[in-house]
Every structure is written in structure tokens, then in C-alpha cells.
């Protein structure tokens, strides 16, 4: 199995390609394409203003965002539009495989204009000839440091992260699945590092360098480099990140995935974000995960609980429990079903599945009847309690 370093490096920027039978193909670039800014600048040289052009570089560098073995993303400050962008580029070694990735991953990211998913600004090649596009500037920090941050017990990260507001930022990942999967895509690579949450509550998903289409498959050649673990993204008979992957990823059966495979996936990292711990814990090995992923099952109704936070809602377990299921069939069949049926326990309509979610149902079925009939609850409850205080009066003049 040979590996090479991920060229998709916004999302962990360690992650790395597997390819079983792969062949080095360079690519040749043009030798200057140095991109110049092109709005004018306003000068005055008497009483009558003109407009001159700049000779400066559109795009300056301002320091490292990210860094893999065969790509960057950098920070940027746009000299035409005066803002700070991200640029993500490949590395000189220009491999056929790696670079039709990263066409692709432009054309998919281009192709999806959701407010969940990051844009794509601009691409070219700049004076060394690297490729590289201009996405925008996504402030925060990923899913995965909120994670770290959390089940270190940062008292800033839990008051900003309760169970109600996880939910909501898992509900922002799935919108932006929703819609990538009605365009016939699908992700390959969800994960807490390709989650971004910026200071404001904005959910952003990254990194699309493994996504097809479903209408095709995946043929594209990828060049050789290190061995990679069990955290970084693979390509080729097994693609994706081991612990984060279906189990039909995890089988290599890339041609037969759809957008159940996500659903998995989404189902992990959401698993994670409300237990603080992976479901496949400690392991390492990628063996091992590999079997793992196709037949171990998280434990999600054990009394074990969190030191820093109370015991995650039975009936956000049961909706793991669908998602987790190894049986493509039997899991949510899509990201939106996944929304619906959120959206269901957050509007407190609780499926009974075991003792807490039958009380818990009780309890919000009561709610939802004295929101709906206030004058029978108020008459009802005056009228208890008038007996209550009759029992009482009644027991005092019988004491005395």
C-alpha cells in the first residue's frame, strides 16, 4: 500500500493519499503567471482627479495558515478588494494524480454555494507556478481544538457549548450535507478538523478534495510518499480517515458508496462532539481500526459519564444509535432525514425508547397540553389546589 501526503491540508494538514497501484506523472506549468492587481488608484495632480493604475502583486502574503508535504494554505491580503483571503496551493512537485485532485476539489467547492460550505474566490498560478486557489478567510477555531478544549473541562468551552448549542452547530454541518448530497456529492472525509466554528456561531465544512460525484467514479492516479496513521485521509482501495469512516469505506468498496457512507461519518463526529471521546477510543493500529469500524458498536446508554458535563440526553443516544447502525439500510437514509428527525427532539416530540425518554415524553407532553389548553390547566390546577389547602384547613381543626 503506498502513501502520500494529503494535498487538502486546511483540514489537519497531516493527513495523507493511499493509492495500491500508482504512477508519477509531472505536470508542465506555465513559466511566469504572476498576478497583478487591476482597480486604479485615485491620484490628484491639480484640480482634476485621475485614476492610475498599481503595479503591485494582487495577493501578499501574510504569514502560514497550514502546511502538508505537497500543499499549504496561506493568509493573504487581497490588494484589489482590500481584505484578507486564504490561499491554498500546491507545493512545486506538480504530480498528474495530485494535481487532477485539486482541480477537482476547486470544481466541487465551486459548485456548491452554500452559506456551510466555504467559497472559492479566485484561482491561478502564481510566479513559481503553482497552482492555487483564494478561498475566503474563515475565522474560529475547528471542531476538533472545541473538542480537545472541552474534554480538557475549559470552563470557557462548556459555557459556550452546552448540549443545546452542540446540537445546533451539528444541525449547521448537516445543512451543508443536505444540500452537497441533493448536487450528487458526497464527502468522503467528514471530520471534527474539517469543521470550522467561527466566533459568531457560523458552521463551515472544509476540505472537498475527496469528494465525487456519485454519477462517477474515482480514477484518478496518485503519486508516492510517506506512510501516513490512522488519523490522516487515504486514498485508494481504503479513502478516508480510518476512525471516522463507514464501514463500507472501511471495506474499500469506493464504487458502492453513497450518501449513507456520510451519514456514518456524521453520526461519529457528532458521537464525539456530545461524549468527548471517540467511540473506538484508544485504538491506533490501522488494522484494527479498520475491523473495528465494520463491527464494533459505542457504548451509548452506559451510566459512565463526563466529569466536566452531566450525562448526554437518552434521546440524543437513540438517535446516535440509528446512525451508527453497520447496515447502510437501516441507518438514516440521508442528511435531511437526519435534520427531520433532529428537529424533532429539539421541538421536544421525544420517541420512547427506554425508561428516561418514556418520563421525558410524559414530561413535554404535559408541557405541550398546558400550552395548548391554558384555561382547563388553570381551572384544573386552582382546583387542586383549593383541595389541597380543604385537606389541610381540615387536618388542622381535627389536630386541635
Not at 504530480?95 to 465551486?110: A, H, N, Q
Not at 474560529?140 to 474534554?151: D, P, T, Y
Not at 451519514?263 to 488494522?287: I, K, N, R
Amino acid at each position: 500500500m503506498t502513501v502520500m501526503t494529503d494535498p487538502h491540508p486546511e483540514a489537519g494538514l497531516n493527513d495523507t493519499l493511499v493509492n495500491p497501484s500508482s504512477q508519477s506523472q509531472q505536470v508542465t506549468v506555465p513559466g511566469d503567471a504572476r498576478r497583478s492587481t487591476v482597480l486604479p488608484r485615485l491620484q490628484w495632480t491639480g484640480p482634476v482627479p485621475t485614476a492610475s493604475p498599481t503595479q503591485r502583486l494582487r495577493f501578499e502574503e501574510l504569514g502560514p495558515l497550514g502546511r502538508g508535504g505537497m500543499g499549504e494554505v496561506v493568509l493573504a491580503k487581497d490588494h484589489d478588494i482590500e481584505r484578507t483571503v486564504a490561499i491554498k496551493r500546491l507545493t512545486e512537485q506538480q504530480d498528474l494524480g495530485l494535481l487532477m485532485r485539486f482541480v477537482d476539489e476547486i470544481r466541487t467547492v465551486g459548485a456548491l454555494e452554500h452559506p456551510n460550505i466555504v467559497p472559492v474566490h479566485d484561482v491561478g498560478i502564481d510566479e513559481r507556478g503553482r497552482y492555487y486557489f483564494v478561498m475566503k478567510h474563515l475565522r474560529g477555531e475547528s471542531l476538533e481544538s472545541i473538542i480537545e478544549r472541552l474534554k480538557a473541562g475549559d470552563a470557557a468551552a462548556h459555557a459556550r457549548f452546552p448540549f443545546h448549542v452542540r446540537v445546533q452547530v451539528f444541525l449547521g454541518v448537516l445543512n451543508a450535507m443536505a444540500y452537497a448530497h441533493q448536487q450528487g456529492f458526497i464527502h468522503r472525509d467528514l471530520k471534527p478538523a474539517n469543521i470550522m466554528v467561527g466566533p459568531w456561531g457560523e458552521v463551515t465544512v472544509m476540505d472537498w478534495g475527496l469528494a465525487r460525484h456519485q454519477a462517477t467514479s474515482d480514477t484518478l492516479p496518485v503519486a508516492s510518499a510517506r506512510v501516513g496513521t490512522a488519523l490522516e485521509t487515504k486514498v485508494g482501495a481504503v479513502m478516508g480517515t480510518p476512525l471516522y469512516m463507514s464501514p463500507e469505506q472501511a471495506r474499500g468498496e469506493q464504487d458502492k458508496l453513497d450518501v449513507r457512507s456520510d451519514v456514518y461519518s456524521l453520526t461519529v463526529l457528532f458521537h464525539e462532539f456530545l461524549y468527548l471521546e471517540h467511540y473506538l477510543g484508544a485504538l491506533t493500529a490501522l488494522p484494527e481500526i479498520l475491523s473495528a469500524v465494520q463491527t464494533q458498536q459505542p457504548a451509548l446508554f452506559s451510566m459512565k459519564t463526563n466529569p466536566h458535563q452531566p450525562a448526554v440526553p437518552a434521546e440524543l443516544g437513540w438517535y446516535l444509535d440509528r446512525g451508527f447502525q453497520k447496515d447502510p439500510a437501516k441507518r438514516f437514509q440521508s442528511a435531511q432525514e437526519m435534520i427531520d428527525a433532529l428537529q424533532r427532539i429539539i421541538d421536544g416530540r421525544v420517541e420512547v425508547h427506554c425508561q428516561r425518554t418514556f418520563t421525558k415524553r410524559m414530561l413535554q407532553e404535559a408541557v405541550h397540553a398546558a400550552d395548548a389548553h391554558p384555561t382547563l390547566v388553570i381551572v384544573g390546577s386552582t382546583a387542586v389546589l383549593a383541595l389541597v389547602l380543604a385537606g389541610l384547613v381540615n387536618s388542622f381543626l381535627t389536630f386541635f
